[in-house]
C-alpha cells in the first residue's frame, strides 16, 4: 500500500531564516506530487505541483520554492521566512484522480 | 484561488442525527472528492465520485455526484462523537490538469 511521509509535524522559525520541508511518498512509482497551504480555520491553497523528477510547477508568486529531487521527494523551500509564511503545510500525491494528503507541518514564523 | 461554495458552514448536531451538506459550483467537474480532517492532521479521503449520479457509500457515509456534474452532497447518517471536525469538498475538472478546486468546509460538531 502507498503511504506518504511528511516532517516535521511542528516547526518555529524565526523571520528571515530558511526552511526546508521534506515529503517522501512510499508504494508507488511517478505519483503527481503537491505542496499546499492552510492558514488557520481557512481553505487549502495549491502552491506548487510536480508531475516528474525535475519538474515544478508554481502556482503563486511568493516567498518559497518547491524541488523534486527524486522520483518520489518532494521538498519545500524559502531563502528566507517571512512573518506571512506562517502556515499549516500539506503534501499530497495524486493517482486515478483521488488525492492523498500528509500529516502535514505547522510553521509559526516569529 | 478559486473555491467552491460549501454549505452550511458550521453544524451543531445531537449525536445519532444525520447530516448533510453539499458544494455547489458554477462549472462542471469529472471528479467529486470529500474528505475529513481533525484538528492539526492531514484531510483524510472519504469518498471518491467519478461520473455524474453517481451514489457511493462509506459505512455511515453516503456522497453523490450531483447530475449537472456541478455539485456533490455528502450524507453522514446515525452521527456520533468521532465525527466531529471539517469536512472538505474538491472537484477536479478533468484528469491531467492536477488542480484539484477546494470547498470552503462544513465545521461538524456532536453533541453527545
Known amino acids: 500500500s502507498q503511504t506518504i511521509h511528511q516532517w516535521p509535524a511542528t516547526l518555529v522559525q524565526p523571520v528571515g531564516s530558511p526552511l526546508s520541508l521534506e515529503c517522501t511518498v512510499e508504494g508507488t512509482s511517478n505519483p503527481n506530487l503537491y505542496w499546499y497551504r492552510q492558514a488557520a480555520g481557512r481553505g487549502l491553497q495549491l502552491l506548487f505541483y510536480s508531475v516528474g523528477i525535475g519538474q515544478i510547477s508554481s502556482e503563486v508568486p511568493q516567498n518559497l520554492s518547491a524541488s523534486r529531487p527524486q522520483d518520489r521527494q518532494f521538498i519545500l523551500s524559502s531563502k528566507k521566512l517571512l512573518l506571512s509564511d506562517s502556515g499549516f503545510y500539506l503534501c499530497?500525491?495524486?493517482?486515478?484522480?483521488?488525492?492523498?494528503f500528509g500529516s502535514g507541518t505547522q510553521l509559526s514564523v516569529l | 484561488g478559486q473555491q467552491l461554495n460549501q454549505s452550511p458552514q458550521s453544524m451543531f448536531i445531537q449525536e445519532g442525527e444525520d447530516v448533510s451538506m453539499n458544494c455547489t459550483s458554477s462549472s462542471i467537474f469529472n471528479t467529486w472528492l470529500w474528505y475529513k480532517q481533525d484538528p492539526g492532521e492531514g484531510p483524510v479521503l472519504l469518498i471518491a465520485?467519478?461520473?455524474?449520479?453517481e451514489l457511493t457509500s462509506n459505512g455511515r457515509l453516503t456522497a453523490q455526484f450531483g447530475i449537472t456534474r456541478k455539485d456533490s452532497f455528502l450524507n453522514i447518517s446515525a452521527s456520533i462523537p468521532s465525527d466531529v471536525g471539517i469536512y472538505f469538498c474538491a472537484g477536479l475538472r478533468t484528469s491531467g490538469t492536477y488542480k484539484y478546486i477546494f470547498g470552503t468546509g462544513t465545521r461538524l460538531k456532536v453533541l453527545a
Open positions: 465520485l467519478y461520473k455524474a449520479g
Open positions: 499530497a500525491w495524486s493517482r486515478q484522480e483521488k488525492l492523498f
